[in-house]
């Protein structure tokens, strides 16, 4: 079974339909961008916070499907369908990227036979390890649960904030869902560490460098050698293409453009401890 996170798209933004007394209601997979023959379907999202519902899919084949998801933006008005959603499944695999945006890259038609998803699988990790290597760092979060925590802040007030708890650590965090527990307190779900696949350079850097190291290796999936650009007359000479310098249209990234996730040091100030809400009355920014 997937997990699918969605967030609703309305009128050009995004867009939160719950407080307005409105719900999303289904989520349709198809087996091709004509959207003609249903394969799963899965409702009522299940709202996580503001603006973010989850759908629990059942199993279908690996694979890449068209979705489209039905919500309705407020009590008793029509229903809304979003026809933009394309998902690569399974998720939950730990990958950054899927093998079908790197057959993409690699120009290798879909749907993948099980080797070729076995050994794009392999790519895509071995271009995550370099990754990691060179920020020194999981991109892979894991998820931290606390019970029975008080915000800082008003509930009426947005608790999707990291700010809103109280909780430290030495990395990056941020607030995956939050349950009421009836009684002033809640259970959060926090995803602690770099969430490589919601960096958009992270994704573009893996996904070209496992299809560049796949397009190289001798039988590799879409594998084609040396780029040629022409052959003389009775194959005397061959000219192969030269590949882009690195800043130029068509190239590769380079490694260094992900520089701005390395882990930094981190140290608290010695700060006197803030009470809970409602018995501090203004907000307080840790020394983060």
């Given at each position: 079974?997937?997990?699918?996170?969605?967030?609703?798209?309305?009128?050009?933004?995004?867009?939160?339909?719950?407080?307005?007394?409105?719900?999303v209601?289904?989520?349709?997979?198809?087996?091709?961008?004509?959207?003609?023959?249903e394969?799963?379907?899965?409702?009522?999202?299940?709202?996580?916070?503001?603006?973010?519902?989850?759908?629990?899919?059942?199993?279908?084949?690996?694979?890449?499907?068209?979705?489209?998801?039905t919500?309705?933006?407020?009590?008793g008005?029509?229903?809304?369908?979003?026809?933009?959603?394309?998902?690569?499944?399974?998720?939950?695999?730990?990958?950054?990227?899927?093998?079908?945006a790197?057959?993409?890259?690699?120009?290798?038609?879909?749907?993948?036979?099980?080797?070729?998803?076995?050994?794009l699988?392999?790519?895509?990790?071995?271009?995550?390890?370099d990754?990691?290597?060179?920020?020194?760092?999981?991109?892979?979060?894991?998820?931290?649960?606390?019970?029975?925590?008080?915000p800082?802040?008003?509930?009426?007030?947005?608790?999707?904030?990291?700010?809103?708890?109280?909780?430290?650590?030495?990395?990056?965090?941020?607030?995956?869902?939050?349950?009421d527990?009836?009684?002033?307190?809640?259970?959060?779900?926090?995803?602690?560490?770099?969430?490589?696949?919601?960096?958009?350079?992270?994704?573009?850097?893996?996904?070209?460098?496992a299809?560049?190291?796949e397009?190289?290796?001798?039988?590799?999936?879409?594998?084609?050698?040396?780029?040629?650009?022409?052959?003389?007359?009775?194959?005397?000479?061959?000219?192969?293409?030269?590949?882009?310098t690195?800043?130029?249209?068509?190239?590769?990234?380079?490694?260094?453009?992900?520089?701005?996730?390395?882990?930094?040091?981190?140290?608290?100030?010695?700060?006197p401890?803030?009470?809970?809400?409602?018995y501090?009355?203004?907000?307080?920014r840790?020394?983060?």
């Open positions: 079974m997937s997990v699918v996170d969605y967030q609703p798209m309305y009128g050009g933004a995004h867009y939160d339909p719950e407080p307005a007394g409105g719900q209601t289904s989520l349709v997979l198809y087996d091709g961008p004509e959207r003609t023959t394969v799963a379907a899965a409702g009522p999202g299940t709202r996580l916070r503001a603006g973010a519902y989850r759908f629990a899919l059942p199993d279908v084949p690996p694979g890449r499907y068209w979705a489209t998801v919500f309705t933006p407020s009590n008005a029509q229903p809304v369908k979003d026809r933009s959603v394309r998902l690569d499944l399974p998720l939950g695999l730990g990958l950054v990227t899927s093998p079908e790197v057959a993409d890259d690699l120009g290798v038609p879909l749907p993948l036979t099980p080797a070729q998803r076995d050994a699988m392999t790519a895509i990790r071995k271009a995550q390890s990754v990691e290597g060179y920020l020194g760092r999981s991109l892979v979060p894991r998820v931290v649960t606390r019970t029975a925590v008080t800082y802040w008003r509930p009426s007030e947005d608790l999707t904030d990291p700010e809103a708890w109280p909780f430290e650590t030495d990395d990056v965090w941020r607030v995956s869902a939050y349950r527990r009836g009684d002033g307190t809640y259970d959060v779900d926090l995803l602690v560490g770099l969430d490589g696949a919601a960096e958009d350079p992270v994704v573009r850097y893996v996904t070209a460098h299809a560049e190291s397009r190289n290796r001798p039988g590799g999936v879409g594998a084609q050698g040396r780029r040629v650009s022409s052959v003389s007359a009775e194959g005397q000479s061959i000219s192969y293409e030269s590949a882009p690195a800043g130029q249209a068509g190239a590769l990234p380079t490694i260094d453009t992900l520089s701005r996730l390395k882990r930094r040091l981190w140290q608290p100030l010695n700060i401890p803030r009470p809970p809400w409602p501090s009355s203004t907000r307080y840790s020394g983060r």
